[in-house]
């Protein structure tokens, strides 16, 4: 397999991570990969706001869980669940959760990736950005976590101290650090794949 391949295939959603920090050349490594990626009409929509604090990142994650919190009891118990299983996504065996920052899991280094609020494929440009900076990042011995919670960050009180301009809005948060758990893989659902021969 390549080494492409084999950093595809061994990336995993880490939530639970060792009190390291990472480096400045490192972060900055995974960032340039994310502005490798393509983007619509070569717009490279994207920026990038950077947290290493210690107490900024838990104090972010906790506003950002009651402001997740708030805006699912606003939007109804169905969405509630709704919400959670599709930010989740997946079986997260709650060990592997840290009690103290249920959003950034202890993560040393938080990157929010905003885009335009005008540009309508934003949401494709910075999931391609954020695949390849989870990709540079666990080839650099990195772990990553994409957090979609991380987008209620603008309903915090602490949001004005990113200085984001107001034409941008956060899309996602990206964690980075040293993982110390190893989540199993996640089975890939199969037969979604359909090869068209018309006429045959
Ligand atoms: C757009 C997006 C948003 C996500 N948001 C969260 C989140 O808020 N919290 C979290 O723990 N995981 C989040 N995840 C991670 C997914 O749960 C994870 O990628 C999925 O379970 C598959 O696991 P794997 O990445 O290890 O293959 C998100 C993933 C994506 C792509």
């Given at each position: 397999?390549?080494?492409?391949l084999?950093?595809?295939?061994?990336?995993?959603?880490?939530?639970?991570?060792?009190?390291?920090?990472?480096?400045?050349?490192?972060?900055?490594?995974?960032?340039?990969?994310?502005?490798?990626?393509p983007?619509?009409?070569n717009?490279?929509?994207?920026?990038?706001?950077?947290l290493t604090?210690?107490?900024?990142?838990?104090?972010f994650?906790?506003?950002i869980?009651r402001?997740?919190?708030?805006?699912?009891?606003r939007?109804?118990v169905?969405?509630v669940?709704?919400?959670?299983?599709?930010?989740?996504?997946?079986?997260?065996?709650?060990?592997?959760?840290?009690?103290k920052?249920?959003?950034?899991?202890?993560?040393?280094v938080?990157i929010?990736?905003?885009?335009?609020?005008?540009?309508?494929?934003?949401?494709?440009?910075?999931?391609?950005?954020?695949?390849?900076?989870m990709?540079?990042?666990?080839?650099?011995?990195l772990?990553?976590?994409?957090?979609?919670?991380?987008?209620?960050?603008?309903?915090t009180?602490?949001?004005?101290?990113?200085r984001?301009?107001?034409?941008?809005?956060?899309?996602?948060?990206?964690?980075?650090?040293?993982?110390?758990?190893?989540p199993?893989?996640?089975?890939?659902?199969k037969?979604?794949?359909?090869?068209i021969?018309?006429?045959?």
């Open positions: 397999m390549s080494e492409t084999q950093t595809i295939y061994q990336r995993r959603a880490v939530r639970k991570y060792k009190p390291m920090p990472v480096n400045h050349e490192l972060i900055m490594q995974v960032i340039d990969a994310g502005r490798m990626a983007s619509a009409m717009k490279q929509p994207w920026s990038f706001y950077v604090e210690k107490t900024d990142i838990q104090a994650s906790k506003q869980a402001a997740g919190v708030r805006e699912i009891i939007s109804g169905k969405k669940v709704k919400t959670f299983l599709d930010v989740l996504r997946a079986p997260i065996g709650f060990g592997h959760i840290s009690e920052d249920f959003v950034f899991y202890g993560a040393p938080v929010f990736i905003t885009a335009p609020k005008d540009n309508e494929w934003a949401s494709l440009d910075i999931g391609m950005c954020c695949g390849n900076m990709l540079a990042a666990k080839s650099l011995g772990d990553s976590c994409p957090v979609g919670f991380g987008k209620f960050v603008d309903q009180k602490s949001y004005p101290s990113l984001i301009p107001p034409e941008e809005r956060v899309m996602i948060a990206l964690i980075l650090g040293y993982g110390d758990d190893e199993e893989m996640h089975e890939r659902r037969g979604n794949v359909f090869f021969s018309p006429g045959t």
